[in-house]
């Protein structure tokens, strides 16, 4: 018996379409979905064979958190702390390399962030034998 396990990204879109928008409320970002299921009737029709949609919610997709994810969370908080006493708004903390810096909301938000396809963590998961659709 064969299978696959493919991920796709709520956000993500074929190349001739637009990102699937599930809904939108008043002063929130819009709720993006639907892909996966566009992904899995297209992969049923192709090959005729049946396919399965499982929808990670949060705390499926985060685990336990580890040692790392504690400490990281306490350099977040703390410094969003110290940018509030400082009198720093419009800001998010974020971390850059091993450094958490403020970030202005405008030079982040509405922006989409990609990762290159030549970075360390992209080759290292095509190491172990994760594709990416390409």
């Known amino acids: ?9 709520e956000g993500a879109k074929p190349a001739d ?6 809904g939108k409320s008043i002063g ?4 993006l979905g639907g892909a996966g ?4 009737k ?3 029709h192709l090959t005729r064979k049946e396919t399965r949609v499982v ?3 949060h705390l499926l997709r985060g685990g336990t958190p580890t040692t790392f994810d504690r400490l990281l969370s306490l350099r977040f908080g703390t410094a969003a702390v110290r940018a509030l006493a400082a009198g720093e708004t419009g800001v998010m903390v974020g971390l850059d ?10 030079d982040v938000a509405g922006k989409m962030r990609g990762v290159s396809v030549h970075s360390d963590t992209v080759l290292t998961a095509r190491d172990l034998g994760i594709t990416f659709g390409d």
Do not use: H, N
């Not at 018996?1 to 990204?9: E, L, R």
């Not at 379409?17 to 599930?22: A, E």
């Not at 929130?28 to 709720?31: K, N």
């Not at 390399?97 to 405008?106: K, L, M, T, Y």
């Open 1 to 9: 018996m064969y299978f696959s396990i493919i991920v796709v990204a």
């Open 17 to 22: 379409g637009d990102i699937s928008i599930i």
């Open 28 to 31: 929130q970002a819009e709720r």
């Open 37 to 40: 299921e566009r992904v899995a």
């Open 42 to 44: 297209q992969i049923e």
């Open 55 to 57: 929808v990670l919610g």
């Open 97 to 106: 390399r091993s450094e958490i810096r403020c970030v202005p909301f405008s």
